[in-house]
Structures are given as C-alpha cells and as structure tokens.
C-alpha cells in the first residue's frame, strides 16, 4: 500500500511536470478549445446584447440592440438597450427610436457631441433614462434604462 | 540512503549545479526564442539575453547554494514590478491614460486578470456566460489564456501558485523584505481565514449583480495595474478603496510585519489556491525525526502558513505556498519540499529538485514576456 502511494505520488508529480512542458507551446491551442466552452461568451451586460435592428442612413449607421434583462436565476426588472452610432457622425445627433419593433417610437434622443450632453424624451413609461453616454471607437454608444413591465 | 539525505542539506557540487540547470537552459531557451534568437534590434536581442542568463543564473544559485526562496523571490519580485510596467506601458500607448474609460468597458477591451476567475463561476454556471468586459480569445490578457494558465499552476502547484505564478504576490513579497526586523511582531492568526470570507462574499455578491464586484470594488492592485476614470462620488470612493488597500496591505502592513499580508488576509484567489494544495503533487513535509523544534521556520514564515503545533504534529497548513522561505531558514534540514504519498524525510533532494523544476519553469516563461518588455523599455529609455 504504501509502495503504491509512493509510486502514485511521483507519477502524479511527473504528470505535472509534462503538463507544464507542454502548457506553453500549446497555450494557443488550448486557449481556443476552452474559447469554445458553452459558457465562454461575455455577458450581454458587457457586450451590450445582440443587434436587432439596423438602420443606415446617409453618412452613419445606427444599430439598435435587443433589450438586456438578463439577472442570475432570473431575468431582471431593469434593464437597458444599447444604441450604437457608427460612420461619419454630425456634431448633433437626434434619433426618435422604436427599440422594440412595434411600430411606435419609444423615446427620442439628442446627443450634443460638443458638450457631450444627451438629452431623452420619453414616450413609453417603460423608457427610464440614460445610463451611459459615450464617445467609442466606432462612433457613439448610448444605453438607455428600461423597465421590465 | 535516507540517513545520508538527511545530513547533507540541500547544496550541490559545481557540476552538479550546472548539471541540473541545463535542462532548464535549454527549455528556456526554446521558449524564449522558439530556437531562433533574434538580435537584429539591438535593444531587443540584449534585453532577450539579460533575461534569458538571469533566469538561468537565478536556478543555478538555488541548486549550488540549496536556499530556494532567496533566490525565487528575486525573480518573483521582478515579475510583479514588470507585469505592472507592462500593463501601465500598454494603457498608456492605447489609451494615453492609466485609467480606462465607459467605452473601453462597452467594447471589452478591459485586460483580464486571474482575480476575476472565483467570481466567474456562479454567472458561468448559471448564466451561461463571463462577467467580465475582456476578450475571450486573441488580444491582449485574454480570459481563455488566462484560464488555462490559472488552472493548470494551481492544479500542479496549488497554493505554490502564489509564490511561483501571481504576477502581484512579488509587490508584498518584496515590501515584506525590506526591514531586517519586524515592528508588529504579533497579528490575531484568525485574520488568515478571512480570504475565505473574502471569497464567499464576492462570488455572491458577483453571482447577485453580475459584477466582478472585487475588481470594481477592492483590488489594491488597481493601484498598479489599471482603474476606471474618476467622474464621479461613486468611481472617486473606488480609487480611494483601492489606494488604501494597496497602501495598508502591499505596503505598510508587509513592511511593518515582515508578512505578505494581501495575501494571507484578503486575496479570494489565494484562498481557491490553498484548497487545491489538498489534490497537488507536490507539498511540503516536515521531518519529525530531524526537527529539533526551534521554530525558526515559524518565524519566516510570510503567509501564517505554519504555526508550532503545526510542527509538532508534522503537518503544513493549506495556506502553505510552497515559497521555500521556512526550508532555507531550517538549520536541520527537517521541512522540505515533498510529494504526496512519499513518506516526510525520504526522498528530499529527488523531490526538491522536481518540485523546483516545475514551478520554476513556469514562472520562468509566464514572466519572461514581461520582463523582456520591460527591460527593452529601460533600454529604450536609457539610450
Ligand atoms: S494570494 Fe492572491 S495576490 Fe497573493 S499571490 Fe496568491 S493569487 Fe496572488
Ligand atoms: S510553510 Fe514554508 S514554504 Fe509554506 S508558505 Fe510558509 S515559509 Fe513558505
């Protein structure tokens, strides 16, 4: 019995000797399987959900993403969408937005990108205000609070 | 053979040394260089070969003088001061600040650390998916990579991660050295089960709001790494948090105590790691037969990972981190580095000499990159 151990013991220890040789030179390799893990996606709360709408007008493109709710057991009562300007933006942008595709616009927004100051005009009680306002890489980003019901 | 290993200590022969640091020579040179050294940049090519012999030369000393963490916590300490240098040199080309703004959170461009993984377990489990505003794959710090590299360490190292693998043990490692003698010799020992309150009370808190509430909320090092921009009450209270924290946990405690204190009393990483000392290979014993009970390994000890009864029943606490500080501290001889199921006093040097391989190769090559960058930006700097 305590010959096995022994044996156990160093064959564990040379195990991880392996795996550590071989832990670099395939940390590309490994990295990607473990990218393809179910649960390796980033959180809609980061990414700021899927795109569901897409409008192109003149000089920008506007993208309007599907509502986030999303909470641990259970989705949550508050929420936000996320609105990305792209392309060659005026100095002040205005958009009246339908974010849930039922034909009435939800709220209208004014976006100063002087002063950075943002400006929302409700339609639907369930539009609260805005969280995040922001200059990006791409253009714009805007996430605008909701309330679940 | 056994009474031999026991009065020999750890010290060997010149070629004996050489002999045992030439398989690290030649993996690190792989590794390093892909086995094509590149020295058309100078500056390159000489910060590459620094790295490359202090590495080497680090090894060398711990087989030829048989201490371990005098020489570890050498390049442990450098690896933290260069990671910070890195990542701050990094933020500073991209985003010509230290801090990063709502937009690189909204894009995900937030470099990942290990810190984050205890509170992404819940929300994977559940959610399906990563709290955490990084990129998954490609680019710089990502999760995967991240992952795979944690998961491994403290698979084979166990808590040995967080004196072989943490690019932030180094900074209270090194603040705990710099004083010869401790001013506070005495901290209530109940403080080093607060990482596992720590712990319990972020992977909730993360689960709940969906948030690495420690990186938002606690990190000291933020400090040295990156923080989010101050605009408001709410993002200045976080940078105060941070700063004291860095400052009376990295700084002054360590000093003062001579004890890594982040990591014995708030690190939730740590307190993982030391759960997966129970299912390691490699560990550490404690000859009964050799101990003459003086307790000096006590005394060194930097995380409270030992105590007497420790000693008196032969048995290292899971706090251990396998630094080797108490080994090179002990005049018998008597704790060592072992493996599990190899009885205490028996097969030392053999254990020894895997256990140093191991973890020393994957500092060695986690660090490199980083050390690399940092001394080609000295360079750099200087010329
Ligand atoms: S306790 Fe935490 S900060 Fe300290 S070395 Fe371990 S993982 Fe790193
Ligand atoms: S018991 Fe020894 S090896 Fe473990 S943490 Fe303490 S000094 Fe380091």
Sequence with gaps: MKKTKIIAGIFWAFLGLIVFIILFPGLNNFSVSVSKLPFMKINPRYTGGEKAYHLVAEKCTLDIRRPVFNGFLKESNSGFVQIDWRGDLPALINDSIDYNGDGEKDFFIQINRKNLKTDLKSFNPKVKDVVISTPTSYGWAVRVGLLKE | ?383
């Design chain 2, 1 to 383: 053979m056994d009474n031999i290993l026991k009065t020999t200590g750890m010290k060997k022969s010149l070629g004996k040394s050489l002999l045992y640091t030439l398989p690290m020579f030649l993996i690190t040179f792989m590794f390093l260089t892909g086995g094509k050294p590149n020295f058309s940049d100078t500056a390159s090519g000489i910060a590459l070969l620094t790295v490359f012999i202090l590495v080497n030369v680090l090894f060398f000393f711990m087989h030829f003088t048989g201490k371990t963490d005098k020489y570890r916590a050498v390049l442990f300490i450098v690896f933290a001061l260069s990671l910070s240098y890195t990542l701050i040199n990094n933020m500073l080309e991209v985003r010509k600040a230290m801090y990063f703004s709502q937009a690189d959170i909204l894009e995900c461009k937030i470099p990942f650390c290990h810190l984050v993984i205890p509170m992404m377990i819940l929300p994977a489990a559940f959610t399906k998916s990563i709290i955490f505003p990084g990129s998954i794959i490609g680019g710089f710090a990502n999760i995967s990579s991240m992952v795979v590299l944690w998961l491994v360490a403290t698979l084979v190292l166990g808590r040995g991660f967080c004196s072989w693998g943490c690019f932030y043990g180094g900074w209270d490692d090194g603040f705990s050295r710099i004083r010869k003698r401790p001013v506070i010799k005495k901290i209530n020992e109940l403080w080093k089960w607060m990482p596992y309150a720590v712990l319990i009370m972020v992977i909730l808190s993360a689960a709940l709001t969906l948030m690495p509430t420690y990186c938002s909320w606690i990190c000291p090092f933020k400090a040295v790494t990156e923080f989010e921009q101050v605009t408001s009450v709410e993002s200045a209270t976080k940078a105060g948090i941070f700063l004291s924290l860095f400052g009376g946990l990295v700084i002054v405690l360590p000093v003062m105590t001579k004890k890594r204190t982040q990591c014995s009393f708030l690190c939730p990483l740590g307190a993982i790691n030391s759960l997966s000392n129970k299912i390691t290979p490699f560990t550490v014993k404690i000859d009964k037969s050799a101990c003459n009970e003086c307790f000096k390994c006590v005394g060194v000890c930097p995380l409270y990972a030992l105590s007497k009864e420790d000693i008196r029943s032969g048995k290292v606490s899971i706090f251990c981190s396998k630094c080797g500080k108490c080994m090179d501290a002990c005049p018998q001889n008597a704790i060592h580095y072992g493996i599990k199921g190899v009885p205490s006093g028996t097969l030392k040097n053999f254990s020894r000499n895997l256990f140093l391989f191991v973890s020393y190769l994957f500092m060695a090559v986690f660090s490199a990159g980083s050390i690399i960058n940092t001394f080609h930006g000295l360079l750099k700097f200087i010329f």
